[in-house]
């Protein structure tokens, strides 16, 4: 699955986000689409997300005072990227700076990226 360009309408449950996490690897992204910072990381998410990672769901919460999903998290800042898999919140990354980590991040969470001819190549 490529990155997701859109914030969700409606935030999804935390259960039904830990539910999908059980089912494969999640980026479960906070922010506002008004938010510089988070604006600045959607470049370096798109990079990230270049080339692989088609099994990871990608879900933009639009946080914001009161939304729960986001205080079950525990965000604080924007954007907050929490990786998750097996149910469980396997990374987080707080107003990322490079692409770079995101990659690691993903890798820590997918197990692969595609290659040039490859449709996955599975990384140690």
Same mark, same amino acid.
């Given at each position: 699955?490529?990155?997701?360009?859109?914030?969700?309408?409606?935030?999804?449950?935390?259960?039904?986000?830990?539910?999908?996490?059980?089912?494969?690897?999640?980026?479960?992204?906070?922010?506002?689409?008004?938010?510089?910072?988070?604006?600045?990381?959607?470049?370096?998410?798109? %990079? !990230?997300? @270049?080339?692989?990672?088609?099994?990871?769901?990608?879900?933009?919460? +639009?946080? =914001?005072? $009161?939304?729960?999903?986001?205080?079950?998290?525990?965000?604080?800042?924007?954007?907050?990227?929490?990786?998750?898999?097996?149910?469980?919140?396997?990374?987080?990354?707080?107003?990322?700076? %490079? !692409?770079? @980590?995101?990659?690691?991040?993903?890798?820590?969470?997918?197990?692969? +990226?595609? =290659?040039? $001819?490859?449709?996955?190549?599975?990384?140690?």
């Amino acid at each position: 699955m490529p990155m997701n360009p859109h914030y969700a309408l409606t935030e999804p449950l935390r259960d039904a986000v830990d539910t999908l996490s059980q089912e494969g690897p999640v980026l479960v992204e906070f922010g506002a689409p008004w938010c510089p910072h988070c604006l600045s990381a959607q470049a370096l998410l798109e %990079s !990230a997300f @270049e080339g692989g990672h088609p099994d990871v769901r990608h879900i933009k919460v +639009e946080d =914001g005072k $009161g939304q729960a999903l986001g205080r079950s998290f525990k965000v604080k800042l924007w954007p907050t990227l929490i990786f998750m898999k097996g149910g469980q919140e396997v990374q987080r990354l707080v107003r990322p700076t %490079s !692409a770079d @980590e995101i990659r690691r991040a993903l890798l820590a969470i997918d197990g692969h +990226e595609q =290659g040039p $001819g490859d449709r996955a190549t599975i990384r140690p």
